[in-house]
């Protein structure tokens, strides 16, 4: 029996898939891709006659019963998901609802959004000596946060923040960072659509980021990213230093 492959799409840029998730793409006979996030550009890689769903317009269930129909007609069934799906993806549920139906699956990942948006910075998020951590995370919407893990929990740290899903609220989120602890000055970023064509960055402070995001018309597909990695103070790091054991090196 065939498998349904899970493939993470990657940020935007079409060739930013990988290519094993890209040959599995264009050997799909069912494709059913996140209509809102992932760059329709990608679907021109697939095979003629291949059948494609939009799950923008579908319920669980409904991906659900196109997966199964696929795999019990012996078709290759490709769910192409945007970034990685192991990043806010909802691929739990999904594997759980075919593990039910005995339908076996495998996972191609891909390139998450907020690595596409450090490098449209050009950033790293561990700088030596500044930030070693980096915290993903959101602020809660439709769904839920458990408290424990509060914008102004994880601020504490002064570490990398990248915050996803929260751009619409970018105010509250500036507040609750400095509630947190982050001094007005740290330096925060705002990526929109990080590799796509129409990708657009604003950078600025705590105090001004806000006003910097609204005047652009950002309102949706942006991550924000906070701390210092962002700033002017970084150290060189041990690994490239002429003094260093080179068996180290990577
Ligand atoms: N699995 C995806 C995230 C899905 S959640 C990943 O790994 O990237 C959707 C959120 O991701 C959006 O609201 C936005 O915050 C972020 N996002 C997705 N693609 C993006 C992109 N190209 N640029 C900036 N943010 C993006």
């Not at 980096?134 to 769904?143: A, D, H, L, S």
């Not at 103070?233 to 002429?242: A, F, G, R, T």
């Amino acid at each position: 029996m065939n498998k349904v492959h899970f493939v993470g799409a990657g940020p935007g840029d079409k060739e930013l898939i990988t290519l094993k998730g890209y040959k599995l793409l264009s050997d799909a006979d069912v494709v059913i891709y996140a209509g809102s996030l992932v760059n329709p550009a990608l679907l021109e890689y697939c095979k003629e006659g291949c059948e494609i769903h939009n799950s923008a317009h579908m319920d669980l269930q409904e991906i659900i019963d196109v997966m199964e129909k696929g795999i019990r007609e012996d078709k290759s069934v490709v769910r192409l998901q945007t970034g990685d799906f192991s990043i806010y993806g909802s691929i739990r549920e999904q594997v759980e609802d075919l593990n039910k139906l005995g339908i076996d699956y495998d996972c191609t990942p891909g390139v998450s959004s907020f690595l596409g948006a450090a490098s449209a910075l050009g950033v790293e998020y561990t700088v030596p000596e500044i930030s070693q951590s980096v915290v993903i995370t959101r602020m809660e919407g439709r769904t839920p946060v458990p408290s424990k893990e509060s914008i102004e929990s994880f601020a504490q740290h002064q570490t990398s923040m990248v915050i996803f899903l929260s751009v619409q609220e970018i105010e509250k989120v500036v507040e609750r960072l400095i509630e947190g602890g982050y001094p007005e000055t740290t330096p925060i970023a705002v990526v929109y659509k990080a590799t796509w064509p129409e990708e657009k960055s604003v950078r600025g402070t705590l105090l001004d980021i806000a006003e910097k995001v609204k005047e652009n018309n950002i309102t949706k597909t942006a991550l924000i990213m906070v701390g210092e990695f962002l700033g002017e103070n970084y150290n060189n790091s041990k690994l490239y230093d002429k003094d260093f054991k080179h068996e180290y090196r990577f």
